[in-house]
């Protein structure tokens, strides 16, 4: 029965470290979907010219990045009461993202040609960083969540035992 119960604690503690390593993926993946779009705006800024709500109903992406972007200019919910809502739902977000996010946000589309493809060449430099940030720090953590959550699960198994 107690080894029973050992392998049981393995096999949730194991769970409980991937469930953590689960905000890093998440925010790695957050951020390739704005690099990404920010990308499709500057094309669209520069060549194409098309509407921001035209833009963003043509995306089949349905991840949170795109989600809080339909709602916030296609479904017309203001950017504020939308962040709110949405943070409760993604933990991975801190405050800088956030504040970056609404920053983002607020200047889209506001502005002449000129001011807007140099506003979004700079989001891009910024965006690489966050996402090359993003991409270490889940390669580095989300391996180590796993690993202390089985090992955590291992002790628990000896201290059973």
């Known amino acids: 029965m107690k080894?029973?119960?050992g392998f049981i604690s393995i096999i949730i503690c194991t769970f409980l470290g991937y469930k953590f390593s689960l905000k890093y993926s998440g925010k790695k993946k957050y951020y390739e979907s704005f690099y990404?779009?920010?990308k499709l705006m500057q094309t669209e800024v520069r060549f194409k010219q098309a509407t921001l709500k035209e833009t963003l109903k043509n995306i089949n992406e349905n991840d949170?990045?795109?989600v809080i972007l339909k709602d916030c200019f296609v479904s017309n919910i203001k950017f504020d009461e939308l962040l709110k809502e949405k943070n409760k739902k993604i933990k991975y977000l801190t405050k800088d993202d956030v504040d970056y996010l609404q920053t983002y946000v607020?200047?889209?589309?506001?502005?002449?040609?000129?001011?807007q493809s140099r506003f979004l060449d700079?989001?891009?430099k910024v965006l690489i960083e966050k996402n090359t940030k993003a991409n270490k720090d889940e390669n580095k953590y989300k391996t180590l969540c796993l690993k202390i959550g089985f090992l955590i699960g291992l002790m628990i198994f000896i201290i059973i035992l």
Request: proline share 0%; no cysteine; hydrophobic share 40%.
């Open 64 to 66: 949170d990045f795109y």
């Open 3 to 5: 080894i029973i119960f």
């Open 106 to 115: 607020n200047n889209l589309g506001t502005t002449d040609l000129d001011t």
């Open 122 to 124: 700079v989001a891009d």
């Open 36 to 38: 990404n779009f920010n």
